[in-house]
């Protein structure tokens, strides 16, 4: 079982619909990130949070320590957001710096 | 302003041959990364580099070597190329342990 599960793993939309996209985790982190990877392969990162909510434009993100779990919220979808949107935790332990990832849920928002 | 660029975009070559990737990133960031994301979508780390040592070490062959001559750069050597090394390797670049930047990207075909 991988330590980051996403789901759904794949979700369809319409166009100015409000999405959800979940992120689980099973070891103690010290950060989450949220990736979005564009049809042409591109990665951005989008969001990188320890505690709370974050917001940036559309993109809303959360995470819940206790319960380990992020979600990542879009609001008013576009076609233009159809991505993979991949999670990514950084351990509390061992090192500081890597990060496992989950494998991902491909968005499509249809017009 | 390219953020982190790699060389070749695509690279196809064939088994057993040697080959290098190339990453620079003119963020002025400390640490650098390389990733693998196979065919289905998957990203895993590689190898990481905090101010030129080398600090992430996955389960990597040995035919992998990665080479950081300064801070602003992390080259990918592979010897003796597989056809399983057929994948995108991305390289990315963070200050310290913080929201990583990402490059576009190498397909790199082993035939």
């Known amino acids: 079982k991988n330590e980051v599960e996403q789901s759904p793993q794949n979700l369809t939309a319409q166009e100015g619909e409000f999405i959800t996209i979940n992120c689980s985790y099973s070891?103690?982190?010290?950060?989450l990130h949220w990736l979005q990877q564009h049809p042409g392969g591109g990665i951005v990162s989008l969001f990188m949070l320890s505690s709370g909510k974050k917001k940036h434009g559309r993109l809303i993100a959360t995470i819940n320590i206790q319960e380990k779990h992020s979600s990542l919220h879009i609001t008013a979808s576009h076609p233009r957001d159809s991505a993979v949107y991949i999670c990514?935790?950084?351990?509390?332990?061992?090192?500081?710096?890597?990060?496992?990832f989950g494998k991902g849920t491909l968005l499509t928002v249809n017009p | 302003d390219t953020a982190v660029s790699q060389t070749p975009k695509y690279l196809v070559t064939q088994m057993g041959n040697d080959k290098s990737i190339k990453c620079e990133q003119n963020l002025g960031h400390d640490t650098m990364y390389w990733y693998k994301q196979d065919s289905k979508k998957f990203l895993k780390i590689m190898f990481s580099?905090?101010?030129?040592?080398?600090?992430i070490n996955e389960t990597v062959p040995n035919r992998f070597s990665p080479k950081s001559p300064d801070k602003a750069h992390l080259n990918l050597h592979i010897n003796s190329l597989e056809l399983g090394d057929s994948a995108v390797y991305f390289c990315a670049s963070s200050q310290a342990s913080t929201k990583q930047f990402f490059g576009p990207g190498t397909r790199l075909t082993v035939l």
């Open positions: 990514a935790v950084r351990s509390s332990g061992g090192s500081n710096y890597k990060l496992t």
């Open positions: 580099y905090n101010n030129k040592e080398l600090i």
């Open positions: 070891v103690g982190i010290s950060a």
